[in-house]
């Protein structure tokens, strides 16, 4: 009689495993992610009889782990691997970490593979194993012939099986290890299909025990769904040390790699790229390339400052005010929360007198950025005034400020690094909040520091 195969239903979105299909999971609330999966074969599983507890029993050392108070429990402080990517070992806070494991997620085609083959090639200190189960050899070679590094200690491994995967690392003993991608990868204790939940949990969970185990640190490449979430369960963020985001326009040149969790670092931290056609290079001062492309003498451009991270950053904010033709006005908004555009227009209308109910109005960051920063507020308000009244904005002129639902120009952080950012790209007048001037004294900066409390103060300086 053939063999009963035994499946369950599990969450593509929280990993929650029911006898059942259902609708609607009940542990995340997301509607129609049950899928079906084989559960693990038995026959290929560890046997009861087989499993060891923890410690080495057969030379009679048991370890048995017991509370210790915590300063008796002493620790070295690791050695990082510095690369020679300073954007890579910022995001990572300071180097890799050995024994952690780093999910990097990204969507297709926007140079995950290329960023770690990058890597890769440019530690030369260190043996890197490279197991692609995506692409060939040759293609990888083809690939790394395109980049300007070389590497005498780089070794590429195609396979998917995790298996075989640790039998060659066992006999290569590689200093780092890379995977691309855990949704490729399966093991043979489970019947599932590469890429579904328990096989990307499974085989993730032996990577990390490799990891912690042998303190190789290990980078993994992650799909992402189609609504920009890291495909496989969410556990997945949880279980491992670091999560780095790749993003980015497909279609633009510019790269962010973003941390959005790290046991080692911050997680505010952010780094920039440029595609180029021999690779990824790093961009140091990304200030200038964001607002490189100014001309002047165009209506609807202002410059705010942001920050991502402890990092300052200049960016461009365009927009275009125009008449109505239809009765229903649009709002378009690219790398700014609409809800909040919507908000900012709100009190213009009430606060400023300016009529923009009957008005298209589109909202662009340029270089591809997604600002959540409220300093940009005072930036995107005069952005539109600008485009409304049809009159530039003098280019040496730039914004840090939120703006508040009464008109009121409200106080930010780290005012003193975006003033001096400012200044070191130039700029010789700031916009802030008069309740941001404590602390900040005119004397020390080269740029004239203009503090005002409303909307209306800003319009008299610049529109009369
Ligand atoms: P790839 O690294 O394969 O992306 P992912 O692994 O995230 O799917 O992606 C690369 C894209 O980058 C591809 O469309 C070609 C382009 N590219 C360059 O522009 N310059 C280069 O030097 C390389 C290697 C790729
Ligand atoms: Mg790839």
């Given at each position: 009689m053939a063999k009963k195969v035994k499946t369950a239903f599990f969450c593509q979105n929280c990993g929650h495993e029911s006898a059942k299909w259902q609708g609607k999971c009940p542990s995340c609330g997301e509607w129609n992610t049950f899928v079906e999966e084989i559960l693990q074969d038995k026959s290929a599983a560890p046997q009861k009889g087989d499993w060891k507890p923890a410690g080495n029993v057969a030379e009679g050392k048991k370890t048995v782990s017991k509370p210790l108070k915590i300063e008796e429990i002493t620790y070295s402080e690791e050695q990082r691997i510095i690369t020679k990517d300073a954007e890579l070992n910022r995001v990572l806070g300071g180097g890799i970490m050995p024994g952690s494991v780093v999910l990097i997620g990204g969507e297709p085609g926007i140079g995950k593979s290329t960023l770690m083959l990058q890597i890769a090639l440019t530690l030369n200190q260190q043996k890197v194993l490279y197991v692609s189960g995506e692409e060939s050899g040759q293609q990888i070679k083809q690939r790394a012939e395109r980049l300007p590094f070389d590497s005498d200690n780089c070794y590429i491994l195609t396979e998917t099986n995790t298996q075989q995967i640790f039998q060659q690392i066992e006999q290569n003993k590689p200093d780092v290890l890379v995977i691309d991608s855990i949704q490729t990868l399966s093991s043979s204790l489970l019947e599932a299909a590469a890429g579904s939940v328990s096989q990307v949990k499974e085989c993730t969970l032996e990577l990390i025990r490799f990891a912690k185990e042998t303190n190789t640190p290990v980078f993994m490449i992650g799909h992402i769904t189609k609504d920009g979430n890291l495909a496989g369960p969410k556990v997945l963020e949880h279980m491992v040390d670091t999560v780095l985001q790749f993003e980015?326009?497909?279609?633009?040149?510019y790269r962010i790699l973003r941390t959005t969790k790290n046991r080692f670092g911050s997680t505010s931290e952010l780094g920039i790229y440029e595609m180029q056609s021999v690779g990824l290079r790093e961009v140091s001062n990304p200030s200038e390339i964001l607002i490189s492309q100014r001309d002047g003498g165009l209506s609807g451009i202002a410059v705010g400052t942001i920050m991502e991270g402890n990092r300052p950053l200049l960016v461009e904010v365009q927009s275009l005010v125009t008449p109505s033709v239809y009765g229903n006005p649009q709002r378009n908004s690219n790398g700014f929360d609409s809800k909040r555009l919507n908000m900012l227009l709100a009190v213009l209308e009430k606060r400023g007198g300016y009529k923009l109910s009957f008005s298209d109005i589109f909202l662009n960051i340029t270089g591809g950025l997604k600002v959540e920063d409220p300093a940009i507020d005072l930036a995107v308000c005069a952005s539109m005034i600008s485009s409304h009244e049809d009159w530039a904005l003098d280019g040496q002129v730039c914004f840090a400020a939120e703006v508040g639902l009464g008109g009121e120009i409200r106080a930010i952080s780290k005012i003193e690094h975006r003033i001096s950012e400012a200044e070191k790209l130039g700029f010789k007048h700031i916009f802030v909040s008069k309740f941001n001037m404590k602390g900040v004294k005119q004397e020390d900066h080269n740029i004239r520091i203009h503090a005002i409390g409303k909307l209306e103060e800003l319009t008299d300086y610049l529109f009369t």
């Open positions: 980015g326009d497909r279609h633009m040149t």
